[in-house]
C-alpha cells in the first residue's frame, strides 16, 4: 500500500507562493512545512511525500522541491529515503544532532569564554536545583560512580577532565530536563578541554570535595543547597575558563606576532 501523503499545507493554512526565483520558492516550502510542525500537524514518522508530491502540491519545479527537501533534512526535520517506497518523513528528534550543530555555530561566530560560562552558570545551577527535587536511584548511583572514578583518576589529568564533564552532565540529566541538557552538552563541546592545562593534584582533590558535597545535597533533596553550591563552583570554573583563554591567546599572539582576539 502506498504511504499516505498527510495534506499538511491545507491542515496549516499554507501561505500563497509568490512566484520568483528558485531560491525563495525552495525557502517558502521550507518555512510552510517547518510552521505545520510546530502547528503540531505532524507527528515523528509521518510521510511528506516523494519529490513529485512535494512538487505538483506546491506547483513547483522538481529541482525547486529538491532543494526544499534537501534542506529540511539539513535542518533535521525531514529524512530522506531513496528509491522504490521511498520519500521524506518528519524526522524522529535526534537532540545531539542539535548540540553539536549548535556548538559548532557557536565556535564560528567566535563567543568568548565569558558569554560561554555565564550561559553555563545559569543552565548548571537550575539544573543542579532540579536534580534535587527529581533525581532517581539509577541518576544517585551514576552520580556516586562517576564520583569515585574521578577519585581514582586524579593522577591523570585527561581522565579526571573528561569525568568532571560527564560528572556535569551527569547532574543536568538528573534535573530530568531535556531543554537543558541539550543546552549543557552544546556548551561543554565549546568550553570543555580534552585536558585541563592547569590542573594540580591540589586542585584535583578540592573538585572531588565540591562534586561530593554536591551529590550529598542532591540526595538530600536539598534544592537551594544544590543551587547555591553549583553557582560557587562555576564561578571557579569560569574564572579558571577565562584565565586559560586569555592565556592561550596571549601564547598565540607570541607566535604569530599578531595582537589578535
Known amino acids: 500500500m502506498a504511504a499516505q ?4 499545507a491545507a491542515k496549516a493554512g499554507a501561505r500563497s507562493f509568490v512566484p520568483g526565483r528558485s531560491a525563495s520558492l525552495s525557502s517558502q516550502i521550507v518555512s510552510d512545512i517547518r510552521d505545520a510542525l ?16 512535494i512538487a505538483q502540491r506546491y506547483g513547483v519545479s522538481r529541482i525547486v522541491a529538491r532543494d526544499a527537501l534537501r534542506t ?11 528509491g522504490k517506497g521511498g520519500g521524506a518523513r518528519v524526522a524522529r ?3 545531539n544532532l542539535f548540540a553539536e550543530a549548535l556548538a559548532v555555530q557557536l565556535d564560528l561566530i567566535g563567543v568568548t569564554a565569558n558569554e560561554i ?55 543536568a540529566e538528573a534535573s530530568h530536563n531535556r531543554v537543558l541538557v541539550v543546552q549543557l552538552v552544546s556548551l561543554q563541546h565549546v568550553s570543555w578541554p580534552r585536558r585541563n592545562p592547569t590542573l594540580t593534584p591540589k586542585v584535583a582533590h578540592h573538585i572531588v570535595d565540591v562534586h561530593r558535597e554536591l551529590l550529598a545535597l542532591i540526595e ?7 543551587r547555591k553550591l553549583m553557582d560557587d563552583h562555576v564561578k571557579m570554573i ?3 575558563r577565562v584565565t586559560e583563554d586569555a592565556k592561550g591567546k596571549h601564547m598565540s599572539s607570541k607566535h604569530t606576532g599578531v595582537d589578535c582576539c
Open 220 to 226: 538530600m533533596r536539598d534544592g537551594a543547597g544544590a
Open 93 to 95: 528528534g535526534n537532540p
Open 117 to 171: 560560562m555565564d550561559a553555563q552558570r545559569a543552565i548548571e545551577c537550575l539544573a543542579a536545583e532540579l536534580a534535587a527535587e527529581h533525581a532517581t536511584d539509577e541518576d544517585f548511583q551514576k552520580l556516586r560512580e562517576l564520583l569515585a572514578d574521578a577519585e581514582n583518576s586524579i593522577g591523570n589529568a585527561e581522565r579526571f577532565t573528561q569525568l568532571g564533564a560527564a560528572f556535569h552532565l551527569a547532574v
Open 5 to 8: 501523503v498527510l495534506p499538511f
Open 38 to 53: 510546530f502547528a503540531k500537524v505532524f507527528a515523528p514518522g509521518d510521510f511528506l511525500g516523494t519529490e513529485n508530491d
Open 72 to 82: 529540511l533534512e539539513a535542518l533535521g526535520i525531514a529524512e530522506i529515503k531513496m
Open 238 to 240: 569560569r574564572a579558571r
